[in-house]
């Protein structure tokens, strides 16, 4: 071999050898987290949002117009692209619903042994109606059906065949509870979607009932009298001729008093409840019902936009990032106070880093398209991410995941991410991965007391077959004791555990003292999962025998 040639491929040896290293350096380095989310935009998108002059970015009123106005802007400015289908017009989508306001001469009452017991609406008792219905008045025994479940899974029938056409009935909140013989009944003490008020309600259609109560308590329903008044004080929402003429809420001494009048002991019937052999109970008692509601119809909009796939083959596919933009609005009272209930927490957090998030995926675009999904009315039964699964833009088919944020962390960065809810499908060997990457431990897993699971957007994906879970948050998982690393664990458990406490009331206001380091980590942690699914080789899939997975 002459001179030159072995200088040559020497020099070639030596070129090739930084060519490779190079390309491993490359492939380690896309292997890596590499979302960063700007605080600052983070910070300045939470602070507008949550901001009085948005008025609570109510369902149906001026404050969500602006809201819907505000994120089309950004992610035009942004460099979002409107996803080429005839269910979007731009950024929008429409949701068509109806608004009821139930009106203050609404009265019911209970005939019992020829005397007469009024609950006092707001304090009492809080009741509307679904669908449209202007004028509801109907006189109705009244049924006490325990749980109001059946569950076949369960071998649990409250019914027991009977005929519950044109009746009132009376349901408990929550699951039949784990006992000594069987702790895993209904998944132990986590909360089932049967324990939820909206299956609750939705089974009184599917049985004909002329209405429904639930019987309320602070530790059944996971949250105090105060979430469902402010509910039902306020207009609420619903898909047209869909859901009860009537349902509502009573509180658990009142129940009781109506009960002991009927001549029944209420904690015997609750007692029975709790067993299989248990069969609806028909009260000494007639309801009677005159509701009268403020009814409109009512398009709201869903805001979203992508970024296309760089793989000719995989950009079909997507994974959708969402968080609702909605909240409570601002109401006027008699007295001409106005009253807004901002949502900062709930959820202008998660609508903030949202378009954080958008920002530096529009920069950063990844083998499968990346979604962002702004659903309106997810306060009003989740009726925005119903929409759009009802009237997919994008094939649920070819929808890799749905990644949720809904009420972040506002108190500081931690050392631990949670994942619940993603241990339902191989999203969680994912989060696994990515949390290692990122150098954070897994939050401990806490029984879903609360039914989280089933209260926030991604649950309708679920439902719909898409592998999804509310990602990293630390309001509603478990006690709130995560791993913060600047502040004592009691003081930041402290003022995690005590949003709670302003869960949809006014006080859930922005702060411009917050240290948003740990909602800039939970984005980071949600956008280098999306890239994970995004560039993976594979969707996600339900584990075996997972229900959902049933509708894929």
Do not use: C
Request: net charge neutral; aromatic share 10%; glycine share 10%.
């Amino acid at each position: 071999m002459s001179k030159i040639t072995y200088n040559f491929f020497k020099q070639y040896r030596v070129g090739l050898g930084i060519v490779l290293g190079l390309a491993s350096t490359l492939v380690m380095a896309q292997q890596k987290p590499i979302a960063q989310i700007s605080e600052p935009a983070l910070r300045a998108h939470l602070g507008f949002l949550s901001d009085d002059l948005l008025e609570g970015r109510g369902t149906g009123q001026r404050g969500g117009d602006l809201a819907v106005r505000y994120f089309e802007t950004q992610l035009a400015i942004i460099g979002l692209q409107p996803l080429p289908s005839d269910q979007v017009s731009g950024f929008r989508q429409s949701v068509r619903i109806v608004g009821s306001k139930t009106m203050p001469d609404s009265t019911v009452s209970f005939d019992i042994n020829g005397q007469t017991f009024t609950p006092q609406l707001g304090t009492d008792i809080v009741y509307g109606s679904s669908g449209g219905k202007s004028d509801v008045a109907f006189d109705a025994p009244v049924v006490f059906v325990g749980y109001g479940v059946r569950a076949p899974e369960e071998r649990w029938d409250d019914f027991k065949g009977m005929d519950l056409k044109g009746k009132l009935l009376i349901m408990v909140v929550n699951d039949p509870q784990p006992t000594a013989q069987e702790p895993n009944r209904f998944d132990g003490k986590a909360l089932t979607y049967y324990g939820r008020w909206t299956y609750k309600f939705e089974e009184a259609v599917r049985q004909g009932a002329a209405g429904v109560l639930l019987i309320h308590t602070t530790p059944s329903a996971t949250y105090a009298w105060n979430v469902p008044r402010t509910s039902f004080s306020h207009e609420r929402f619903s898909l047209a001729n869909n859901g009860n003429a009537f349902e509502g809420w009573m509180q658990e001494n009142v129940t009781q008093q109506l009960f002991n009048r009927a001549g029944v002991n209420l904690d015997q019937l609750r007692a029975l409840a709790e067993t299989r052999e248990f069969a609806p109970v028909t009260l000494n008692a007639t309801a009677h019902v005159k509701l009268k509601s403020q009814v409109r119809q009512v398009e709201q909009f869903n805001v979203l936009g992508m970024v296309p796939g760089t793989d000719a083959k995989l950009k079909t596919q997507a994974v959708v990032y969402s968080a609702h933009w909605d909240h409570l609005g601002i109401e006027t009272q008699a007295d001409g106070t106005q009253h807004i209930w901002n949502g900062a927490v709930d959820n202008a957090s998660g609508s903030a880093a949202l378009l954080a998030m958008a920002q530096f995926a529009v920069s950063h675009p990844a083998k499968r398209t990346q979604i962002f999904l702004w659903p309106a009315a997810e306060e009003q039964y989740l009726l925005g991410s119903a929409a759009y699964v009802n009237n997919p833009p994008w094939p649920l088919a070819k929808t890799a995941a749905d990644l949720n944020l809904d009420s972040m962390n506002f108190v500081g960065k931690t050392r631990d991410i949670g994942i619940e809810g993603s241990q339902r499908s191989s999203l969680h060997a994912s989060a696994l991965k990515v949390a290692k990457a990122m150098g954070l431990q897994i939050a401990s897993a806490a029984p879903d007391l609360g039914g989280a699971f089933f209260r926030a957007d991604h649950f309708n994906f679920a439902r719909a077959g898409v592998p999804a879970f509310n990602v990293g948050s630390a309001v509603f998982s478990g006690d709130g004791h995560f791993d913060f690393i600047q502040q004592s664990p009691t003081d930041a458990s402290a003022k995690m555990l005590g949003f709670k406490n302003d869960y949809h009331t006014e006080r859930d206001k922005y702060h411009a003292d917050w240290d948003l380091s740990g909602m800039q980590q939970q984005a980071e942690f949600t956008l280098n999962l999306g890239y994970e699914i995004a560039n993976g080789k594979a969707i996600p899939v339900w584990n075996k025998g997972e229900a959902f997975g049933k509708n894929r």
